[in-house]
């Protein structure tokens, strides 16, 4: 079965240091998306990715966060100066382009980021 | 998009079946409702989508009534594996809202 894959497993990172997290979505699949579950908390729509370009972003996709599709396989995320509350489980997830599918997401395994 | 209400927590037995009630009073038209399942430290997993009566699949069924008022996941004989955090998730599929919010969820304990 195909799986949306992401890397590094676990980033530690110093505040204000920039990190870039990688996500290779399912190959057919056309819109992007990461969200962050700080611990013990909810899963958080950060940003959602069309056509080589943000289609939605939520409050929390301030000028810090960067997403690009650099070339046809990877997404990524960028957080330009870490601040301690970054520290979250950050996932990508991937979803083809019908009205249903839409919402039948596959999320990757997730990114640990820890800013201390 | 529409607001949904789910139990906090749930607990039940292994062998049991498991219903999870969503309430999304104000679910529109075109909306369809999504039930997630999630582990700890892993990302959500999608189990079951529908729009209107009733959806069965390998994993579980959802029942929808007239109204789309609620929605009901039904978890048949439960393992211990089905201990996870359950997101009910109501959406128009992109149209008006392109995102997807998830609550709280229901974090359901299986005991043996």
């Known amino acids: 079965e195909p799986e949306v894959t992401q890397t590094p497993s676990h980033q530690v990172t110093q505040m204000g240091q920039e990190v870039i997290l990688r996500c290779v979505p399912i190959?057919?699949?056309?819109?992007f998306y990461w969200y962050r579950q700080i611990l013990g908390q909810k899963v958080e729509f950060l940003v959602s990715?069309?056509?080589?370009?943000?289609?939605?972003k939520s409050e929390i996709f301030d000028d810090q966060f960067s997403v690009e599709r650099p070339d046809g396989s990877n997404f990524t995320l960028k957080i330009r100066s870490t601040k301690l509350e970054d520290s979250a489980m950050y996932f990508c997830?991937?979803?083809?382009?019908?009205?249903?599918?839409?919402?039948?997401?596959?999320f990757g395994p997730g990114t640990r980021l820890t800013v201390t | 998009l529409a607001k949904t209400t789910q139990p906090i927590s749930m607990d039940s037995y292994e062998g049991q079946e498991v219903n999870i009630t969503c309430s999304h009073n104000?679910?529109?038209?075109?909306?369809?409702i999504t039930w997630y399942q999630q582990f700890p430290s892993q990302g959500p997993r999608f189990i079951i989508q529908?729009?209107?009566t009733k959806v069965t699949n390998e994993v579980a069924s959802l029942f929808i009534p007239a109204d789309r008022k609620s929605s009901t996941l039904s978890l048949p004989r439960v393992s211990l594996s089905d201990t996870a955090v359950y997101y009910c998730?109501?959406?128009?599929?992109?149209?008006?809202?392109?995102?997807?919010?998830f609550g709280a969820g229901t974090r359901l304990t299986v005991k043996p």
């Open positions: 529908g729009y209107k």
């Open positions: 997830a991937s979803s083809g382009e019908g009205e249903r599918e839409y919402y039948e997401q596959y």
């Open positions: 990715f069309y056509n080589n370009e943000i289609s939605e």
């Open positions: 104000n679910i529109a038209t075109n909306d369809y």
């Open positions: 998730l109501v959406g128009d599929g992109g149209y008006n809202n392109n995102d997807m919010r």
């Open positions: 190959s057919n699949h056309l819109y």
